[in-house]
């Protein structure tokens, strides 16, 4: 009996927590699809009475959406593959080498990880801006490894330190170089972790709204966070584009996150977004 | 086992002369350059900025404690740390407790566990500013469909205006900033919950143990480390967050839902007054190096660093 009930209350609970989950994401489908007359019409209607890609279409032909999509897309693929480059050797080292520092070295990563944007917006404004890099999307390039490096260095220590310590010694004794067992050994190895937590960094790039709100004003270097949320203005907002354009922004995310489902391994690269 | 130990014995001494020694500070260059030009530097010119009265274009000249003085004496300023503490620990209590809920339910076999599973990350892999619009819209008072709910099941008869009420416009920002955190406590106590050895509970049901008798005794202290790592986590990220509130209130209604980043945010950016919007940060650095720090222990403790 008390099984029974325990059992119901956990299927309804399940039910619940989809139903919140997902009814925002289905009622931005089902707004994107409606014509500007049917969105502020007096009942919402829960299937778009006349289905259309007016929105869509406006956004991709009449707007700079596409240009912001590739914007983003430009600025998430050079980081993401910049900061792999980077952080790989730093995690290594710090899995596998003994020496002086090495405590302090990963604890200043995961400060820098752990450090919010907030202390850091205006100082890296100002410093953009010194360089020359505002209203480019170079500089948003030159931030945003400020948040990925530390991310991927320090998620990728631990992916590193779960390889066998055998294979690098049987290489040895094979007198491998230890860049070769970097690289040629251990790298492929730590190909899951890599993937993981590349789309993370990817996805932390692609949605990212202050730094870019405060460097970019100039039209044709915004990304896509800048430019949907720039929809919003006037008296009435036009959600049928903005669900569209909020649509097309999910879609590279999704993707890529159930291809790579295989690789996304529980807990540990959870702290990739941040929430 | 003899020779084994005698390799790693010569192994150890190969790595300690000469030019070896040097390999691993090697490894380490490319990222403290970077982290050293782009994040330290900035961070510490800024800090020294702080006790300036630099503004947008104009040059700085040292004012030294006056805008932390002009800080602590501004209302605004002080609304907007209350209206920080209000939201986060509320946003916190709210994530921490539906993702040990989450977490649970999903622990259990049941047909389908993993597409459901699948499916309720979903909210947490979306791009914030868009599950921000996302909310503003559901929330909307022309046209927005919870509005239509409530009237429909009889709660309201008119039409709310969320984003324009003091207590329902934080409660807004809550609701979004929990629907889209929660997933991320949830998945980090089911990575734990899924540790625990399934003996306990059998050892329980015979002692004929009820379900929560099982949750309190067995699964929540084993949970409590992953429980504290996780909520110190998002502490730091709900405390620092802007978009969700900056899109949805932008801080109104008469700075009800003004937390500390998007008054920093107003004063640095809007009324140009860099100086002053850095010391908001400044001020608050030592909560988040005492966050930083409680976590850096635990977790470097977790992996024997």
Redesign the interface.
Known sequence: M?NKL?TIL??I??AL??I???F??Y??LN?SLKTQGE???K??TFLPKNPTLNNFKYLIFETPFMNALKNSFLVALVVTVLSII??Y??A??ISR???KG??T????I???Y???????Y???Y??VSRVGLSDNIMGLM??Y??FT??YV?WIL??HI?SIPYDIE?AA??DGCS?FKI?YQIIFPLTIPGVISTAIFAF?MC??E??YAL?NITDTQAKTF?LI??GL?YGD??P?GQ??AG?II??IP??II?IAS?RFLT???T??G??? | MARIRKFRQNNMERQLPGSKKSFPYMLNIPMFLYLACVLFMPMIWGISLSFTDKAIGGEASFIGLGNYIKLINDKEYLLSLWKTLQFASISLLFKLLLGVLMAVVLNVEFKGRNIARALLLIPWTLPNVVAVLNWKWLFASTGGIINHILKLVGIIDKDIVWFGTAGLALATIIVANVWRGTPFFGISILAKLQTISKDYYEAADIDGAKVWQKFFYITLPSIMDTIFLTTLMSSIWTINEFETVWLLTGGGPNGQTQVMNVYSYKTAMASMQIGRGIAVSVLAMPVFLLIISLITKKSLADEKM
């Open positions: 008390q325990v956990h299927r609970t399940v927590f989809l919140i989950a997902l925002p994401i009622w931005m707004t969105v502020y019409s009942i919402p980077i952080a050797p730093t290594y080292s080498l003994k020496f090495r405590n070295f990963a604890k200043v995961l400060f820098c752990l450090l919010p944007s907030s202390v850091l205006i100082p890296l100002i410093f030159l931030i490894p400020t490096l530390p260095a220590i631990p330190s010694e040895l004794v230890k970097m996805a692609w949605g709204y202050l405060v966070p949907i949320a919003i009435l907002y959600w903005i669900m909020s922004g999910c995310i999704l996150y489902s529980g807990g540990a959870a702290g977004v941040k929430g």
